[in-house]
């Protein structure tokens, strides 16, 4: 049975079972969504930039969101749109490995810049008088650098293992991509090994990344409840909201959907696109309308361009 696995092997994708018509139309709903996607994450990224007063370490991270959010969008939409719109529905092992190794490795990532913006929540507001010693520069960039690179051993962590599958069919894949959960069922290898360091990585890195948040949060709240001034309070529920929305999203159907065996079911489906193309769209949507900041910094550059554009 091994002999018949070659380099060239191509899984069929199945998405979404239904007629021609509804899936030219999904296809080209999540086409817009993706180029809404990087339209907003891309505002964000230059709002921050360009706003002189949104330099401090809460927009630091959130720039690396966006950032995160655009690549992950960008690894999962293409391929979604491209196999709900074209005749050709296959994925070939080669691109299934690369497009689970870098959803690893964005969804790792992106989890602990979460954890550095709670972290910088929890500094400014149960320890106001030693934030800006505590979140310097150079221990925001430590940070950014060291999520990139806890992305990284996660991602190869999972994906050397599978180079040693071999793969006899049947290859169809009940989903839209190539994740893990869907692609591990079709080996006739022995998956002991791959489940030992999926669920490993998942309780290290995932439930890692969610406990420290939410014990950050708790800390948070309790300073909160503390503030004697109802707008004080409000002020701080508000700054903190966005991020808790975020987090929630994308912690439960995420962790939630690798600790569940695969079934080729459309709620599937559904809890994947929650997490790698609604939650990126989400971000800077709940961040541009939850923060006075962002908008007012919106509002800033939309009124210099239509005064420099009325000058000529």
Same mark, same amino acid.
């Given at each position: ?12 994708? +199945? ?20 180029? +809404? ?160 360091? +999926? ?114």
């Amino acid at each position: 049975m091994r002999d018949n696995q070659t380099t060239d092997t191509e899984f069929i994708l +199945l998405p979404f079972p239904s007629s021609l018509h509804i899936q030219y139309m999904l296809g080209f709903i999540f086409l817009l969504i993706y180029l +809404l996607t990087l339209a907003g994450n891309l505002l964000i990224m230059s709002v921050i930039k360009m706003d002189s007063h949104l330099h401090t370490p809460m927009y630091f991270f959130l720039v690396n969101l966006s950032f995160f959010d655009i690549f992950y969008s960008s690894v999962m939409a293409p391929k979604l749109v491209y196999t709900l719109l074209s005749k050709k529905k296959t994925i070939s092992l080669s691109e299934c490995l690369i497009q689970i190794g870098l959803m690893f490795f964005i969804a790792s990532s992106e989890s602990f810049i979460l954890s550095a913006m709670a972290y910088d929540r929890y500094s400014a507001i149960c320890n106001p008088l030693i934030y800006v010693m505590v979140m310097s520069k150079r221990f925001c960039i430590f940070l950014a650098c060291g999520s990139c690179l806890l992305g990284v051993i996660n991602s190869l962590l999972n994906i050397l293992p599978l180079l040693r599958l071999h793969f006899c069919g049947p290859y169809f894949i009940h989903h839209y991509s190539c994740e893990l959960p869907e692609l591990l069922p079709l080996s006739c290898t022995d998956l002991f090994l791959n489940k030992m360091i +999926l669920f490993t990585t998942l309780v290290i890195f995932g439930f890692g990344c969610f406990f420290p948040i939410m014990f950050s949060y708790t800390r948070i709240i309790s300073a909160i409840l503390k503030i004697n001034s109802a707008s004080g309070r409000s002020k701080a529920f508000s700054t903190c909201s966005s991020h808790v929305i975020v987090v929630t999203l994308f912690f439960l159907t995420g962790v939630g959907r690798y600790l569940s065996p695969a079934t080729g079911s459309i709620l599937e489906q559904v809890i994947s696109l929650q997490y790698s193309i609604v939650t990126p769209l989400l971000n800077p949507i709940i961040y541009s309308l939850k923060n006075v900041e962002v908008k007012t910094a919106i509002k800033k550059m939309w009124e210099k361009k239509s005064i420099l554009s009325g000058s000529y």
